[in-house]
């Protein structure tokens, strides 16, 4: 059975790989897919997107929901794409990017990958990554820090 597709916003690629686990994207789905406005943000910053990473056009007009939302352009194409591909996951960080992806009907990773890549042995704990992306100005509730770490076994700080 094919995976579904995984679509990326640039700013889950940064935190991971400023933290140093930018491995754990492709150890858990292999390929990641990229709108335009996301790779170009990625060239914008002065960096090149891994190899592992794929660059898709949208082949629709996006959505207005979408375009009348005003998020940046890399989550707007990230949900608009993540509603072209079936069964598609998006990795957003945003919180508006969030709630309207799900509002969409989208099916939304975020931190929570964490926590799939501990399961699968691709990270060790989850803790140490959760605090060193918090240091890096990551936004995530303590709500949402807790209930990451009980997914993980790791309890409550």
């Not at 990229?34 to 629709?60: C, F, I, Y």
């Not at 608009?80 to 509002?103: F, K, M, Q």
Request: with cysteine; aromatic share 4%; proline share 6%.
């Amino acid at each position: 059975m094919a995976r579904p597709p995984v679509i990326a916003d640039i700013s889950a690629l940064i935190s991971l790989g400023s933290v140093g686990q930018l491995q754990v994207p492709p150890a858990l789905f292999g390929r990641i897919t990229v709108p335009p406005a996301v790779a170009a943000e990625a060239t914008h910053r002065g960096s090149t997107l891994p190899s592992w990473v794929d660059v898709r056009p949208l082949d629709r007009t996006p959505d207005a929901r979408v375009v009348t939302a005003h998020l940046g352009a890399g989550e707007s194409e990230a949900i608009c794409l993540g509603l072209e591909l079936e069964d598609a996951w998006v990795i957003l960080d945003d919180g508006e990017a969030r709630a309207l992806a799900r509002e969409l009907g989208l099916r939304i990773l975020g931190a929570a990958v964490l926590v799939e890549a501990k399961r699968t042995g691709h990270l060790a704990q989850v803790r140490p990554t959760l605090d060193a992306l918090l240091a890096r100005g990551f936004r995530l509730d303590r709500k949402a820090y807790d209930r990451i770490l009980k997914a993980a076994s790791e309890g409550q700080s």
